[in-house]
């Protein structure tokens, strides 16, 4: 029989194993934020007035990069984007809409990967199964506009001339990310093809 001083004691030991795991990660992120804001500085890149510090920034950045779920499985998808253009709002805004486009490609990989391993199983004939590969490889810009608001983590600039460039890096939670990609996949099999509901689920894994 278990008694509660073990439990006590394996609970106690659990939490330090993880405020152990944590500090190990901020140092990790603090280290490589450090080496990264050297390069970035020497390069001629700059923060935005307001912005926060360019080692703070990176920081952040690194530690989403790190962060695993309770399976081990990255908890966040963390992309770049890089733009130029003649003003430094317009060349924002075209490396944030690049980022999510890398985002929105990353997710749809994944779930591609989930389908493909599902298709075999569920009987579909060729017909079939062409349709949902083809349905799955163009809903990247479908996933895109369902993303919503995403999390710009860093962002820099640099004068290129008259113009200037934008670096910008960006979080989006992987599980969160897959399910919207999911219901936009689902959205556009029931559209386009005749799969019955219970080939549906099983192939998006939705039971």
Partial sequence: ???????????????????????????????????????????????????????KQLENAWMKQYMEDDKGYPKYIVETGNSVAETQTAAKLQAVETAKLNIA????????????????????????????????????????QELGRTVVLVEIYKKIGKNVEANVRMAYDLEAGVEIAKKVIREQLEEQTDLLQDKLDNILELK
């Fill in 1 to 55: 029989m278990i008694s509660l001083a073990m439990i006590l004691s394996f609970s106690a030991f659990t939490q330090t194993t993880d405020k152990e795991a944590e500090k190990a990660m901020k140092s990790k992120a603090y280290r490589q934020a450090r080496k990264d804001a050297r390069t970035y500085e020497k390069e001629g890149y700059y923060i935005a007035p307001g912005a926060l510090p360019l080692e």
């Fill in 105 to 144: 490609g990353n997710i749809s990989t994944q779930v591609a990967a989930i389908i493909e391993n599902n298709i075999a199983n569920q009987q579909l004939n060729n017909e079939e199964a062409a349709s949902v590969t083809k349905i799955v490889a163009a809903a990247k810009n479908l996933i895109v």
